[in-house]
């Protein structure tokens, strides 16, 4: 089955960069889509196909993709950024999603 | 930006079938967009459950096709989804979200998503 694969969790400090990645094989030709959830809500999509950010994101969310990892980069992170982050693609018409990255900001 | 509300039972038994609906607002459900189920388990990952198109097609995930089905509602506006022979590990919150399609063809991302509903099924 087609899998992507997540670090369950990413620590940054206050202030500084979190990168978080998503792994399969040869994902760098598929677009990759980045969604944040906050405890008790909905997720939100916070960049499509690899690296666009949808016009109300802030501008440190940025996103990349190439061979073998996509890559969601928060940076100047804040406290109002600690969430969970998926990273989704479709395989064979099916929507796949990574298992989730928990984001700690110290 | 539509708006999604999903609605059903919070409780269903084992071996039942799960009905929820989702309810399209600021949008017509008529419109040039596709509209999906996903699910998450508590404290677990999302799980795709399968999508219809405003054609009425629909894609289903392979490990639940058997038993489920997505259907529209157009003098309702809304979505529904029915899921057979339930059993615990179907406990989850459940969510509608949906993305737009323009001139046939659709932009695959999840744009918008409803709240949310818990469903747990237990006897």
């Known amino acids: 089955s087609f899998e992507l694969t997540q670090p369950p969790s990413v620590s940054v400090a206050l202030g500084q960069t979190a990168r978080i990645t998503c792994e399969r094989n040869n994902i760098g030709s598929k677009n990759v889509h980045w969604y944040q959830q906050k405890p008790g809500q909905a997720p939100v999509l916070v960049i499509y196909r690899d690296n666009i950010r949808p016009s109300e994101i802030p501008e440190r969310f940025s996103g990349s993709n190439s061979g073998n990892t996509a890559t969601l980069t928060i940076s100047r992170a804040q406290a109002g950024d600690e969430a969970d982050y998926f990273c989704q693609v479709w395989d064979s018409s099916a929507a796949v999603f990574g298992g989730g990255t928990k984001v700690t900001v110290l | 930006q539509v708006q999604l509300q999903e609605s059903g039972p919070g409780l269903v038994r084992p071996s039942e079938t799960l009905s929820l609906t989702c309810v399209v607002s600021?949008?017509?459900?008529?419109?040039?967009?596709?509209w999906s189920w996903v699910r998450q388990p508590p404290g677990k990952g999302l799980e795709w459950i399968g999508e219809?198109?405003?054609?009425?097609?629909?894609k289903y995930n392979p490990s639940l096709k058997s038993r489920v089905t997505i259907t529209v509602d157009k003098s309702k506006n809304e979505l529904s989804l029915k899921m057979s022979s339930v059993t615990a590990a179907d406990t989850a919150v459940y969510y509608c979200a949906s993305g737009r399609c323009n001139g046939g063809y659709c932009y695959k991302w999840f744009q918008d998503w409803g709240q949310g509903t818990l469903v747990t099924v237990s006897s």
């Open positions: 600021n949008g017509s459900i008529s419109s040039a967009n596709w």
């Open positions: 219809i198109y405003h054609s009425g097609s629909t």
